[in-house]
């Protein structure tokens, strides 16, 4: 009753009453594990493995706070930290420091006995944010929080600055620190960085044999498009399997996935069996975004489906893993890859009308006025999409039903390969490598669900003249990828194979249509300065 008792104080934001409550696991094993023993001992078996074993197994699993809490920070934050902190010290400025330089300073920090943040150093506002956060970790219970992930993580200094500035700020129970490579070239240089981690003697007797590294799938899609991301993270994935089993580490990857498939997003059992042989072995985390999980847990019934779904699949993975691919699939896939890179940052990256046409062709200006999402529409301030969050990124496009961060350069890379004929090679991938099955599968849908003349009624009402040219060559290149897409499939039309999706699909299109018909509407007259209840319309 005391433990109820502080809960409800803490929730009124009143201060605890009491001292003596349960904050751990163990203090509610404990008695528990003695009535179950004492029943086993009087042969009061049924008793002992009724709801009191129910009750045992789910302190086991929730503990006494139902779920630990993760703690998220860009790596930039923390270099800024360290910086204040090392100038103020006059050691210099940590900023400036080589990777080498950064790696000695912090593992010589890890070892030493001085406090590192002197009690009256003056830290600008970005960084106390930073340091009350690491503050607050030391406060808390250890079995509160889960992992301390490092998103836009590149180095190894960046997962030792986490592990340095836990020490300095009086952590005695340290969060796992997990690093999140995003980018591709970070996720093609991290087993490299964990290679430089794992040989650091001092980091490597911190994690006792067990690793967690993150990968992402929004902004690697992001930086390098649909296809190029998806072979950077299987590469990446099967470096770092390989590099564990050299170091003996037991491996956990913990997939950043969203909901769209340009966020990785797409038919669980089938994302995680085209995984890399290996690195499912046992064990997964993945992350469920905000836009599903209404959808796969809203109802207790769907929800166990779903847990089931992922329990399947990864026993599944574990047990009969896919194949190792053909050396001549992994440098098929290198090509298509590096097509699809150069034809997606052609765009992105080099086109000098893409920025502007992006914000007059979809409500991405809009976005960040909504109230429909975690965190804001950009990492910084900033023009174009480099800050812009891979979320709305995602979501402009889409809202304009063109959906092209999904397939921009990807019609490139298969049109090539279909013009150098390697057609039947590239059939024989779909049929036996799991990877490049889901891959063409889930482009197929979304090239399915697209609708390049809704984008063109974005345009006519709300592009500049001079820009349209720009609409017109991108709805062009969904047309050549389509083309390139039924060639290799062999279908008539799309998804024909999924004739439940296709129903769905021709079902849901006269309901979504008139949305997007209202919503060019209410974006059109917004810009030309209309104010009040049209903003409300909008969020509808």
Request: glycine share 6%.
């Amino acid at each position: 009753s005391h433990t109820m008792r502080d809960m409800e104080n803490t929730l009124d934001g009143e201060p605890a009453v009491n001292l003596d409550v349960i904050s751990l696991r163990e203090e509610l094993l404990t008695p528990l594990m003695i009535c179950y023993d004492s029943l086993i001992a009087c042969d009061e078996q049924i008793i002992a493995n009724g709801r009191l074993t129910d009750i045992i197994r789910r302190v086991y699993a929730f503990g006494v706070i139902s779920m630990p809490l993760d703690i998220r920070q860009e790596s930039t934050r923390h270099t800024e930290a360290l910086t204040e902190i090392t100038e103020y010290l006059g050691l210099g400025s940590y900023h400036k420091w080589t990777e080498s330089e950064r790696q000695t300073f912090l593992t010589q920090e890890l070892q030493g006995k001085r406090p590192l943040i002197p009690l009256d150093f003056p830290a600008s506002d970005d960084v106390a944010v930073v340091l009350e956060t690491f503050r607050m970790i030391a406060r808390q219970p250890a079995e509160y929080l889960g992992a301390y992930i490092i998103s836009m993580a590149t180095t190894a200094s960046d997962v030792l600055a986490v592990e340095v500035l836990q020490k300095a700020c009086g952590v005695l129970t340290p969060q796992r620190v997990v690093p999140l490579f995003e980018r591709l070239d970070d996720l093609n240089g991290a087993a490299q960085t964990m290679d430089q981690l794992w040989s650091n003697p001092v980091y490597f007797d911190k994690i006792k044999g067990r690793q967690e590294v993150m990968i992402g799938y929004s902004d690697s899609a992001k930086d390098a498009g649909q296809l190029s991301a998806a072979w950077g993270l299987y590469v990446a994935q099967e470096q770092l399997v390989e590099l564990a089993k050299k170091y003996q580490v037991k491996l956990v990857l913990f997939h950043g996935r969203g909901g769209t498939v340009a966020r990785g997003g797409g038919p669980a059992h089938a994302a995680i069996r085209s995984q890399p042989p290996g690195s499912v072995n046992g064990s997964l985390r993945v992350t469920e975004q905000g836009e599903v999980i209404q959808s796969k847990y809203g109802v207790p019934g769907i929800a166990a489906e779903s847990l089931k779904t992922y329990l399947c699949a990864v026993l599944d993975a574990t047990l009969t893993p896919p194949p190792q691919p053909r050396q001549e699939w992994r440098e098929s896939m290198d090509q298509l890859s590096a097509i699809a890179l150069k034809e997606f940052r052609s765009v992105i990256r080099e086109e000098p009308d893409f920025v502007p046409y992006f914000v007059q062709a979809t409500p991405e200006s809009a976005l960040g006025t909504l109230n429909i999402g975690s965190r804001p529409a950009r990492r910084r301030k900033g023009e174009g999409i480099t800050y812009l969050r891979a979320i709305p990124w995602i979501f402009a496009w889409t809202q304009t039903r063109l959906m092209l961060p999904a397939w921009l350069g990807i019609g490139a890379a298969l049109q090539a390969a279909l013009d150098d004929n390697k057609e039947a090679q590239l059939r024989g991938m779909q049929t036996h490598w799991p990877f490049f099955e889901s891959t063409i599968d889930l482009i197929e849908m979304v090239l399915a669900k697209a609708d390049p003349n809704v984008a063109l009624l974005y345009d006519q009402k709300l592009v500049d003249e001079k820009l349209l040219p720009l609409g017109e060559s991108l709805r062009d290149k969904y047309h050549q990828i389509v083309k390139a897409v039924l060639e290799l499939t062999g279908h008539k039309e799309l998804v024909e194979h999924e004739p439940f999706l296709l129903q769905g699909i021709i079902v849901r299109n006269p309901y979504v249509d008139p949305l997007n018909i209202l919503q060019v509407e209410i974006l059109a007259r917004i810009r030309a300065g209309e104010t009040g209840m049209i903003e409300d319309a909008l969020m509808v």
